[in-house]
């Protein structure tokens, strides 16, 4: 499960690691985010109705209806910002996007949390030649274009989510549930936009422990910049 992650990489990082020319490039001269929370905006990756590679903004989280337990009447959506690995062809949520619409979700660093009132914060990174820095890599996503009876006038009409699976020896034993992103290596990148169901569900599967790293930890972190230290 993945409810916070930081994306500070500048967009040409953006656009150099995931191959994407310029003139596909739809967030300009983003500020880092070094902290997205659902139904947040950050950049994504997708191919575009021509099959070229588009940087472009989604909010975070599939929106389903909600109505109110005490008077039956609609209230604020649901936003469904994580989409289970084994749910994925099963699901009607999910199903449609993972067959048509996967996406890249470009991250920095990650966040879960341990514990309660007060939970410690832990930010992952993978592992990279700066003991400060943070490497770009991407989440296996999907997207899709959202039910506009269900998006405010100031939304964006595209959402994304973030596929899970079953956690890393360094994130079980801090997320209670055993889950964790899917994290995809550079070379399935095109695999994961363009291949079938099949080649797709290839590519779910737990990164491995040995190429992370906890890089921030401690009470109330909820963002992350890069080259901060260790907290007690």
């Known amino acids: 499960m993945c409810n916070l992650y930081a994306n500070i990489a500048t967009a040409e990082a953006m656009r150099r690691l995931f191959q994407v020319s310029g003139d596909q490039d739809r967030i300009g001269n983003a500020e880092p985010r070094p902290a997205i929370f659902p139904k947040g905006l950050a950049p994504v990756v997708r191919r575009d109705a021509d099959g070229k590679r588009q940087l472009i903004e989604m909010r975070w989280g599939f929106l389903t209806p909600q109505v109110s337990?005490?008077?039956?009447?609609?209230?604020?959506?649901?936003?469904?910002?994580?989409?289970?690995?084994d749910k994925l062809r099963k699901s009607g949520l999910w199903r449609g996007s993972f067959e048509e619409r996967r996406?890249?979700?470009?991250?920095?660093?990650?966040?879960?949390?341990?514990?309660?009132?007060?939970?410690?914060?832990?930010?992952?990174?993978?592992?990279?030649?700066?003991?400060?820095?943070?490497?770009?890599?991407?989440?296996?996503?999907?997207?899709?274009?959202?039910?506009?009876?269900?998006?405010?006038?100031?939304?964006?009409?595209?959402?994304?989510?973030?596929?899970?699976?079953?956690?890393?020896?360094?994130?079980?034993?801090?997320?209670?549930?055993?889950?964790?992103?899917?994290?995809?290596?550079?070379?399935?990148?095109?695999?994961w936009l363009t291949g079938d169901p099949k080649q797709a569900s290839a590519l779910v599967r737990t990164f491995p422990a040995d190429s992370m790293r906890i890089v921030q930890q401690g009470l109330g972190i909820k963002s992350d910049r890069g080259g901060s230290p260790l907290a007690g």
């Open 69 to 85: 337990k005490k008077t039956g009447k609609p209230i604020k959506p649901a936003a469904w910002n994580n989409a289970r690995d």
């Open 103 to 191: 996406c890249l979700v470009p991250v920095t660093s990650f966040n879960e949390t341990k514990g309660r009132q007060p939970a410690t914060d832990y930010w992952f990174a993978l592992k990279g030649d700066n003991p400060d820095g943070r490497p770009p890599f991407a989440f296996a996503g999907l997207w899709r274009s959202e039910n506009p009876e269900l998006i405010e006038d100031d939304e964006t009409e595209f959402r994304h989510t973030v596929v899970t699976t079953e956690a890393n020896e360094l994130i079980r034993p801090i997320h209670a549930k055993g889950r964790m992103p899917v994290i995809l290596e550079p070379g399935d990148y095109e695999t």
